[in-house]
Structure formats: C-alpha cells, structure tokens
C-alpha cells in the first residue's frame, strides 16, 4: 500500500521561514517526479512546484518564485518545500504529490498526502 505524508507546517509569521518535507512508503519516491500542491479556505487545490525524479527539472507557480525552492535528496527518499518570506496569502494546507512521470507541468498525480497546515500570521 503507498502512503504519501508530508511534515514540517506550521504557524509563522509574515517573513518567514518553512520547510516542508514528504515521504513516502510503499514506493521509492526517487524514481517519482513529485508536486507541491495547497488548498487555501474557499478556494480550489492548486499547484506551487513540482520536481522531476533526478532533480534536474524544476517548475513553480508565479506567486511563490523567487521565495519558496524544491529539493529532494534521493538517497533519502525525501522530497523537500523550502518556503521564505512567506505571506499571509500562504496560508493553506499544503499536499505533497508523486507520479510515475518525467514531466513537471503534467498537473496529473497518482498517489496524494493528506496535507500538512501552514499558517502565516500577519
């Protein structure tokens, strides 16, 4: 059975600083490209960043670049969401995601987290 988690949210201040982390179980999250993705109250799920399986590739949502950065380290089997100068418009419960796909604008995903709360104060 896979089993995607994702950890690290929180509540924060207007400025800064998160990182969220996924894994993954049932799976070997380094030959999956993983995505980003969050709900705000009211509004639909949408798409932050996604990484393709190597790292090599990269792509986010115009509203967090420059602020938040993608990683993962594949002998960890970890995926990572760097988030800095957050803002109050952050605010959302953040789902980590893997497919079995080499393409990071693909917003197609087979296998979900429930999602980690982040909370930014302003």
């Known amino acids: 059975q896979v089993q995607v988690a994702e950890s690290g949210g929180g509540l924060v201040q207007s400025g800064g600083s998160l990182r969220l982390s996924c894994a993954a179980s049932?799976?070997?999250?380094?030959?999956?490209?993983v995505g980003w993705f969050r709900q705000a109250p009211g509004k639909e799920r949408e798409f932050v960043a996604a990484?393709?399986?190597?790292?090599?590739?990269?792509e986010y949502e115009d509203s967090v670049k420059g602020r938040f950065t993608i990683s993962r380290d594949n002998a960890k089997n970890m995926v990572y969401l760097q988030m800095n100068g957050l803002k109050p418009e952050d605010t959302a419960v953040y789902y980590c995601?893997?497919?079995?796909?080499?393409?990071?604008?693909?917003?197609?995903?087979?296998?979900w987290g429930q999602g980690t709360q982040v909370t930014v104060s302003s």
């Open positions: 995601a893997a497919k079995y796909s080499s393409s990071v604008t693909s917003r197609a995903y087979d296998y």
């Open positions: 049932g799976l070997t999250l380094s030959r999956y490209t």
């Open positions: 990484i393709n399986w190597s790292g090599s590739v990269s």
